[in-house]
Protein backbone atom coordinates (compact mmCIF):
# COMPACT_ATOMS: atom_id res chain seq x y z
CA UNK A 1 0.00 0.00 0.00
CA UNK A 2 1.61 3.89 -0.71
CA UNK A 3 0.41 5.09 3.05
CA UNK A 4 2.35 5.48 5.50
CA UNK A 5 0.79 6.83 8.65
CA UNK A 6 4.08 6.75 10.66
CA UNK A 7 4.14 7.18 14.27
CA UNK A 8 1.88 10.34 16.60
CA UNK A 9 4.75 12.21 16.26
CA UNK A 10 5.28 12.75 12.46
CA UNK A 11 2.97 13.97 10.24
CA UNK A 12 1.32 10.88 8.39
CA UNK A 13 1.80 10.89 4.56
CA UNK A 14 0.78 9.12 1.63
CA UNK A 15 2.78 9.69 -1.79
CA UNK A 16 -0.31 9.63 -3.75
CA UNK A 17 -1.59 12.57 -2.29
CA UNK A 18 0.14 15.56 -4.28
CA UNK A 19 -2.09 13.52 -7.27
CA UNK A 20 -5.19 13.35 -5.29
CA UNK A 21 -4.64 17.30 -5.05
CA UNK A 22 -4.02 18.12 -8.40
CA UNK A 23 -7.43 15.99 -9.36
CA UNK A 24 -9.56 17.13 -6.73
CA UNK A 25 -8.78 20.77 -8.26
CA UNK A 26 -9.52 19.82 -11.58
CA UNK A 27 -13.05 18.42 -9.92
CA UNK A 28 -11.44 14.95 -11.87
CA UNK A 29 -11.37 12.60 -8.85
CA UNK A 30 -12.90 9.20 -10.45
CA UNK A 31 -12.05 5.51 -10.69
CA UNK A 32 -8.70 4.48 -8.81
CA UNK A 33 -7.77 7.36 -7.42
CA UNK A 34 -11.36 7.46 -5.81
CA UNK A 35 -10.92 4.01 -4.11
CA UNK A 36 -7.47 4.95 -3.16
CA UNK A 37 -8.98 7.90 -0.89
CA UNK A 38 -11.48 6.24 0.23
CA UNK A 39 -9.13 3.56 1.68
CA UNK A 40 -6.22 6.03 2.91
CA UNK A 41 -6.32 8.35 5.79
CA UNK A 42 -4.39 11.15 4.40
CA UNK A 43 -6.03 11.61 1.36
CA UNK A 44 -9.67 11.12 2.47
CA UNK A 45 -8.58 13.93 5.24
CA UNK A 46 -7.02 15.77 2.30
CA UNK A 47 -10.77 15.04 0.19
CA UNK A 48 -12.95 16.20 3.96
CA UNK A 49 -11.12 19.44 3.81
CA UNK A 50 -11.15 20.51 -0.04
CA UNK A 51 -15.14 19.92 0.49
CA UNK A 52 -15.10 21.79 3.18
CA UNK A 53 -13.34 24.43 1.43
CA UNK A 54 -15.12 24.44 -1.25
CA UNK A 55 -18.34 24.59 0.37
CA UNK A 56 -16.91 27.56 2.53
CA UNK A 57 -15.88 29.59 -0.94
CA UNK A 58 -19.27 28.92 -2.50
CA UNK A 59 -20.92 30.00 0.09
CA UNK A 60 -18.91 33.47 0.91
CA UNK A 61 -20.41 36.90 -0.21
CA UNK A 62 -19.16 39.01 -2.98
CA UNK A 63 -15.37 40.48 -1.70
CA UNK A 64 -15.93 43.82 0.24
CA UNK A 65 -14.47 46.63 -1.79
CA UNK A 66 -10.98 48.19 -0.70
CA UNK A 67 -10.59 50.99 2.25
CA UNK A 68 -8.80 53.20 -0.62
CA UNK A 69 -12.05 53.14 -2.86
CA UNK A 70 -14.31 53.56 0.36
CA UNK A 71 -12.46 56.67 1.33
CA UNK A 72 -12.19 58.06 -2.64
CA UNK A 73 -16.36 57.56 -2.45
CA UNK A 74 -16.80 59.33 0.63
CA UNK A 75 -14.51 61.97 -0.02
CA UNK A 76 -16.21 62.43 -3.56
CA UNK A 77 -19.60 62.44 -1.43
CA UNK A 78 -18.55 65.12 0.87
CA UNK A 79 -17.89 67.10 -2.15
CA UNK A 80 -20.93 66.64 -3.93
CA UNK A 81 -22.54 67.93 -0.49
CA UNK A 82 -20.13 71.01 0.21
CA UNK A 83 -21.11 71.72 -3.49
CA UNK A 84 -24.72 71.40 -3.26
CA UNK A 85 -24.92 73.38 0.28
CA UNK A 86 -22.83 76.09 -1.37
CA UNK A 87 -25.25 76.43 -4.52
CA UNK A 88 -28.80 76.39 -2.88
CA UNK A 89 -28.28 79.70 -1.12
CA UNK A 90 -27.07 81.19 -4.29
CA UNK A 91 -30.17 79.38 -6.09
CA UNK A 92 -32.74 80.95 -3.64
CA UNK A 93 -31.00 84.59 -4.14
CA UNK A 94 -31.72 84.19 -8.11
CA UNK A 95 -35.93 83.11 -6.78
CA UNK A 96 -35.93 86.46 -4.64
CA UNK A 97 -34.03 88.42 -7.01
CA UNK A 98 -36.36 87.71 -9.34
CA UNK A 99 -39.13 87.83 -7.43
CA UNK A 100 -38.27 90.94 -6.54
CA UNK A 101 -37.32 92.59 -10.06
CA UNK A 102 -41.27 91.09 -10.73
CA UNK A 103 -42.62 93.67 -7.41
CA UNK A 104 -40.58 96.52 -8.54
CA UNK A 105 -42.37 96.30 -12.29
CA UNK A 106 -45.46 96.34 -11.18
CA UNK A 107 -45.22 98.59 -8.65
CA UNK A 108 -43.34 101.37 -10.99
CA UNK A 109 -46.30 100.33 -13.36
CA UNK A 110 -48.72 100.91 -10.65
CA UNK A 111 -47.62 104.26 -9.83
CA UNK A 112 -47.58 105.35 -13.53
CA UNK A 113 -51.19 104.27 -13.91
CA UNK A 114 -52.09 106.45 -10.70
CA UNK A 115 -50.17 109.34 -11.87
CA UNK A 116 -49.77 111.03 -8.80
CA UNK A 117 -46.71 112.94 -9.28
CA UNK A 118 -44.69 110.71 -7.46
CA UNK A 119 -41.07 110.97 -8.35
CA UNK A 120 -40.29 107.71 -10.49
CA UNK A 121 -36.75 107.73 -10.57
CA UNK A 122 -36.39 107.99 -6.73
CA UNK A 123 -39.10 104.68 -6.51
CA UNK A 124 -37.36 102.89 -9.17
CA UNK A 125 -34.06 103.74 -7.34
CA UNK A 126 -35.20 102.39 -4.36
CA UNK A 127 -36.53 99.39 -5.40
CA UNK A 128 -33.40 98.55 -7.77
CA UNK A 129 -31.41 98.97 -4.49
CA UNK A 130 -33.87 96.43 -2.61
CA UNK A 131 -33.75 93.96 -5.26
CA UNK A 132 -30.18 93.75 -4.85
CA UNK A 133 -30.10 93.95 -1.04
CA UNK A 134 -32.62 91.62 0.04
CA UNK A 135 -31.03 88.86 -1.63
CA UNK A 136 -27.66 89.61 -0.14
CA UNK A 137 -28.70 89.95 3.38
CA UNK A 138 -30.94 86.39 2.69
CA UNK A 139 -27.60 84.72 2.11
CA UNK A 140 -25.74 86.06 4.43
CA UNK A 141 -28.02 85.52 7.16
CA UNK A 142 -28.71 81.81 6.09
CA UNK A 143 -24.59 81.09 5.82
CA UNK A 144 -24.67 82.48 9.20
CA UNK A 145 -27.14 80.19 10.62
CA UNK A 146 -24.71 77.17 9.17
Known sequence: MACKSGVSDEIPRCEREPEVVRALGRGELSGNLLQHAEACVVCSEVCAITRHLLLVESSMEEPLESAAGVWWRLN???RHQKIERARLPLVWMGRI????VLLAACFALWQVSL????????VVGLLALAAVALPTMIVLWRWSRS
Request: hydrophobic letters at 45%; a positive charge.
Open 97 to 100: FAAT
Open 115 to 122: NTGVSYPL
Open 76 to 78: LRM
